[in-house]
């Protein structure tokens, strides 16, 4: 009767395992290749970015600048109620943002390093808002 249960103990707990291993990378592969979700109206931001880049071709970098500081503001503001809702979709959003953040405070700006940066940021603005269509 022991060997019965130690025979039974050895193929089942194996079996077991495997079967629980299965189960959870079908689920992580399934929560990997699910659509993103929304990270809602970008609208404002879209807005102030645009403000930023009209301000930056007419050359004053300075007031750029300044108006950029009201995007900071408003993505700091706004990092816990959106983070949650599409952690890859704000973080790329979020890294845009530092390289225009440092294209703009840098010493000596130069103009096509912030154009660069600031399409970049509106790309990543872009990309967000189309994944909620």
Avoid: C
């Avoid at 300044?66 to 959106?82: C, V």
Wanted: no cysteine.
């Amino acid at each position: 009767m022991r060997q019965l249960l130690l025979a039974t103990a050895l193929i089942a707990l194996p079996v077991a395992a495997f079967t629980g291993y299965n189960v959870y990378a079908a689920k992580a592969a399934v929560t990997a290749n699910a659509p993103s979700a929304s990270l809602g109206d970008l609208s404002s931001f879209r807005t102030i970015i645009t403000d930023v880049q009209a301000i930056a071709a007419n050359g004053d970098l300075v007031a750029a600048k300044t108006r950029i500081k009201d995007f900071e503001i408003a993505w700091d503001d706004n990092e816990t109620g959106l983070k949650p809702m599409d952690p890859a979709h704000w973080g790329m959003i979020d890294e845009a943002s530092d390289g225009a953040f440092t294209a703009l405070r840098s010493g000596k700006p130069d103009p096509a390093l912030v154009t660069e940066a600031l399409v970049a940021l509106q790309a990543s603005l872009q990309d967000a808002a189309q994944v909620t269509q």
